[in-house]
């Protein structure tokens, strides 16, 4: 008995090699895996809408005419697709880039000073628990419709995940290379170029990416309340035209935006930011790391039932 | 040898621990000083901005706030509001919980995890608000409309964290089990979901910090009672003491859950496993 399923996964590698040519080992593609849930979903709106169940439904070729056409320009809101695109952008870095200096200042106290960490701490876990809608309704109420208050919600949203992983990151620095560095008297700025800032990076990097992915979300809520354009007030404007194709054409240029951002933005800087480490392994472990700051900005008391996390309060 | 050598340490180790120990309750005094600090000057600048920098009317102190709330209590809407919100919550995102524990189980199987990636990558970084949106348009005012969105928000989180135990799981335990001939489901019952469940919880906790927000949000939309709908009212007929005391309270209760109460279930439930009670 026992031999018997011994001998099965020896002899399990040729078979799979023979399957290559048949459908089976088609579907087990990776590629084919990850194409074929966008595919799924195509055939089940086309399916649900063949129905007909109702009337407000958007229909696929309807949202594909409405997507093509702002792509082409035409458009009946006020700004089309690229100016709101653009307008969005301009505010959402702006608000990154004030986060990211602020941020970063006030996490490299906490993470240096015991006083400043105590100070600021539970404010930091007050903001970044609080919803951006609050900050939008607020603000739009304060600054009106303008630049004014969807940047500052933009700030308000992204500021508190890169306070803590900068914080986070200042503590991890690796003490003992820094002992050692001085004991051979290596010089401050060599010091700071060749040690702190290599080691901060991988926290440097997820505080942007989450920075900006949360400040992104917390621009679109701002847009809607505290702005009369933008992508977040044109996926509105839609709605309060009662488009249901166009908000779904909208909602996938939002997905596509995500997507890119993602895919070519964050990966393409995280590979030329890592290139010096030296495996493709050290980089995945890098990711987990990252992921998991993920997961510990976004909760740092809570993280305790992760193995890897060490707390120390 | 041994024994006399730990009871001459003793006696120096307590002076050093005494030392030690003193040092460290200056360090906690020091540091509650500055805590307390933080809160007297953060909410001196709020209670001083009202009405120096901002309209009292725009930037309601704390102060007004804790005056405020006994009114929002005596509306009679106040537990109502809570009560409709918490279903909301919790239906939305008993949902999400289950397919997004279902997918985050799946993602044992290679071809699964490249088949759900890209859907989750969409649940992570699209925003909640074009989902609220997008359900409200397609089913209006019928629960989907605010299923959709809760779910839609909340199940990648669930299912990237509940992958993320997936990954870490005991190989050689379930390498053995295989070796031994424990039939699938046993595997899954006794070493698979036993090791995922303090991941699961943090996919809890995680999600209901995410969900409680969607779920506000789809409420100032679509719906004519809880508190996303008093946010709306409140901020509409510009009463920003009102809007803040509702949000405020409503922030203090959720984040009550999700510290402590969670916290408290986490623990209770993991008490016997001394690696993740303690970490």
Same mark, same amino acid.
């Given at each position: ?23 089976? /080992? $088609? ?5 084919? =895996?990850? *194409?074929?849930? %966008?595919? !799924?979903?195509? @055939? #089940?709106? +086309? ?70 960490? /105590? $100070? ?5 876990? =007050?903001? *970044?628990?609080? %919803?951006? !809608?609050?900050? @939008? #309704?607020? +603000? ?71 920075? $900006? ?7 679109? *809520? ?92 | ?279």
């Amino acid at each position: 008995m026992t031999a018997v399923t011994e001998q099965v996964p020896k002899q399990q590698p040729p078979v799979k090699k023979d399957d290559d040519t048949g459908l089976v /080992a $088609f579907i087990k593609k990776p590629i084919v =895996a990850r *194409l074929l849930f %966008p595919t !799924l979903f195509i @055939a #089940l709106w +086309l399916f649900v809408d063949g129905l007909e169940i109702s009337k407000v439904f958007p229909a696929p070729d309807r949202v594909a005419q409405f997507m093509w056409d702002e792509l082409r320009l035409e458009t009946l809101a006020r700004t089309n697709l690229y100016e709101t695109l653009g307008l969005s952008l301009v505010r959402l870095f702006s608000g990154f880039a004030v986060s990211m200096v602020v941020g970063t200042a006030i996490g490299l106290g906490m993470g240096l000073s015991k006083s400043v960490d /105590a $100070f600021f701490h539970d404010w930091v876990m =007050a903001i *970044l628990a609080m %919803p951006a !809608l609050v900050w @939008a #309704l607020f +603000l739009g109420l304060v600054f009106g419709f303008g630049h004014t208050g969807p940047v500052l919600a933009t700030i308000l949203a992204g500021i508190p995940f890169v306070i803590i992983n900068v914080r986070e990151g200042v503590r991890n620095t690796p003490r003992d290379l820094f002992d050692m560095a001085s004991a051979f008297g290596v010089p401050q700025n060599r010091m700071t170029r060749h040690l702190l800032i290599p080691s901060l990076m991988p926290f440097m990097f997820a505080a942007a990416r989450y920075g $900006f992915s949360v400040g992104w979300k917390g621009l679109v *809520l701002a847009e809607v309340f505290a702005s009369d354009r933008g992508m977040g007030w044109m996926i509105k404007f839609w709605y309060d035209a009662h488009r249901s194709f166009a908000v779904v054409g909208y909602a996938f240029f939002f997905v596509v935006f995500a997507f890119f951002l993602e895919k070519f933005v964050f990966d393409k800087i995280y590979e030329r930011t890592f290139r010096w480490r030296p495996s493709a392994g050290a980089i995945e472990l890098v990711e987990e790391e990252v992921e998991e700051h993920f997961i510990d900005a976004l909760d740092p008391e809570g993280a305790s039932t992760l193995p890897k996390q060490i707390r120390e309060d | 040898m041994t024994a006399v050598q730990e009871r001459q340490e003793q006696p120096g180790k307590s002076a050093e621990e005494e030392r030690l120990e003193a040092e460290l309750r200056r360090e906690k005094q020091r540091k509650w000083f500055w805590r307390i600090l933080g809160y007297i000057v953060v909410l001196g600048v709020w209670e001083l901005s009202s009405g120096w920098v901002l309209e009292e009317n725009l930037l309601p102190g704390p102060i007004r706030i804790i005056q405020t709330f006994p009114e929002i209590v005596a509306t009679g809407r106040f537990f109502s509001s809570f009560g409709a919100t918490l279903t909301r919550i919790i239906v939305g995102f008993g949902i999400a919980l289950i397919l997004g524990s279902a997918i985050g189980l799946l993602t044992q199987i290679k071809w699964f995890e490249n088949f759900f990636r890209d859907f989750q990558t969409v649940g992570l970084t699209s925003p909640g608000l074009v989902w609220a949106l997008v359900g409200l348009i397609i089913w209006g005012f019928q629960p989907m409309g605010w299923i959709f969105p809760i779910v839609m928000v909340t199940f990648a989180l669930v299912s990237v964290n509940i992958a993320e135990g997936v990954r870490s799981l005991p190989k050689d335990l379930i390498d053995m089990a295989k070796a031994f001939g424990t039939p699938q489901h046993r595997r899954q019952r006794e070493i698979v979901i036993p090791h995922l469940a303090p991941f699961i919880f943090t996919a809890v906790r995680f999600g209901f910090s995410i969900g409680w927000k969607v779920t506000v949000l789809t409420e100032v939309f679509s719906s004519n009672e809880g508190i996303g709908f008093e946010m709306r009212v409140s901020s509409q007929l510009f009463q920003l003491d009102v809007f803040f005391t509702w949000v405020l309270s409503f922030f203090v209760f959720a984040l009550f859950l999700e510290k402590v109460v969670l916290q408290y279930f986490e623990r209770r439930f993991f008490h016997w496993r001394q690696e993740v009670s303690t970490a």
